[in-house]
Nanobody, 124 residues
């Protein structure tokens, strides 16, 4: 079965850090561009970061540049999103998918195969 499973979210104080994981089963992550997305309550889904297949080039939406780092572990078939200096506006559900739309806001129903996601709450 082909699927992506997100994990690693939680409650963190402003300025704190979390590392999210996106683990694949049924296919190799390094064969695909992998994107991280987030959705705050009442908002559209937003492309946050991307790691390209092959050369592993990375990109980030402006609001997370310098704070978030995307990486890939081929042996673990997992893509990570290291999130530092977290802000309350980073709160939301975080999702990964085998495509990228960095900096783009869109309706979640445009893609049919989202996983459960992992929730991030940044609050004091």
């Amino acid at each position: 079965q082909v699927q992506l499973v997100e994990s690693g979210g939680g409650l963190v104080q402003p300025g704190g850090s979390l590392r999210l994981s996106c683990t694949a089963s049924g296919f190799r992550l390094d064969y695909y561009d992998i994107g991280w997305f987030r959705q705050a309550p009442g908002k559209e889904r937003e492309g946050v970061s991307c790691i390209r297949s092959g050369n592993g080039d990375t990109s980030y939406t402006d609001s997370v540049k310098g704070r978030f780092t995307i990486s890939r572990d081929n042996a673990e078939n997992t893509v990570y999103l290291q999130m530092n200096s977290l802000k309350p506006e980073d709160t939301g559900g975080y999702f990964c998918a085998p495509f990228c739309r960095v900096g783009i806001h869109f309706e979640a129903h445009e893609y049919d195969y989202w996983g459960q996601g992992t929730q991030v709450l940044v609050s004091s």
